[in-house]
């Protein structure tokens, strides 16, 4: 089965990649000839999760599935939330990203956070959506040199931040690795068995 996968972003394709790898035939936007950037103007994430792959399929017509994701923080009311990947200005920099946020959080007591990914499958025109959420908190430095976007300064339960985790660890725990899992057994069990 032949899954077109709608991110520009390299990181997100590789974790997908070491879950769906030797399951599904995921191809990426790069893989398709398609150069252009997805839309993600709504206010929720789900509504960007939906917007950015609805675009896809109705310019290319083949089952596809994108997902988005934003970092929650309490202490700042959920931000940035929908607005994570731009939240220190459009050059979407995580190193500027990463610094904002610290100094937003400076003095605040309260530093839990979660992940929230929102994964949109779009197939023969049926729309499912699946959610991965992970707890944590917000460190006061950025440690590790794995991961990408704001891991370096999400902290776990046991101390280590995402940027510390190998690709299989991180995705063992992570939001997208939960809402990666939802997806593969909904292809594996509800939508195969359906079809037949
Ligand atoms: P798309 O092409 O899929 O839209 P994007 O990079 O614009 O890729 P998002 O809007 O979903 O991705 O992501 C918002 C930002 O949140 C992203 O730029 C990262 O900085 C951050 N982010 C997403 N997933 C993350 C993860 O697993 N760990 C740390 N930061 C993450």
Known sequence: MELIF??????KVKEFQQELAGKYDVKTLAEI??????????????????QKTQTLYNLIKKDCFGEDTGLEVAALDGEPGVYSARYAGDQKDSEANMD???KNLNGKKDRSAQFKTVIT???SDKVYQF???????IGHCKKGSG?????????????RTLAEL????????SHRGKAVRKLIQFLQNDYIYKVE
């Open 147 to 159: 991961g990408f976007g704001y891991d370096p300064v999400f902290v776990l339960e046991d101390g």
């Open 166 to 173: 190998t690709l299989e660890e991180k995705s063992t725990v």
């Open 6 to 11: 709608a991110t520009g972003n390299q990181n």
């Open 100 to 102: 904002l946020l610290l």
């Open 131 to 137: 959610e991965g959420i992970l707890k944590g908190t």
């Open 121 to 123: 499958l779009i197939l």
């Open 33 to 50: 000839g398609f150069t252009d950037e997805l839309p993600e103007d709504q206010d929720t994430i789900e509504g960007n999760s939906l």
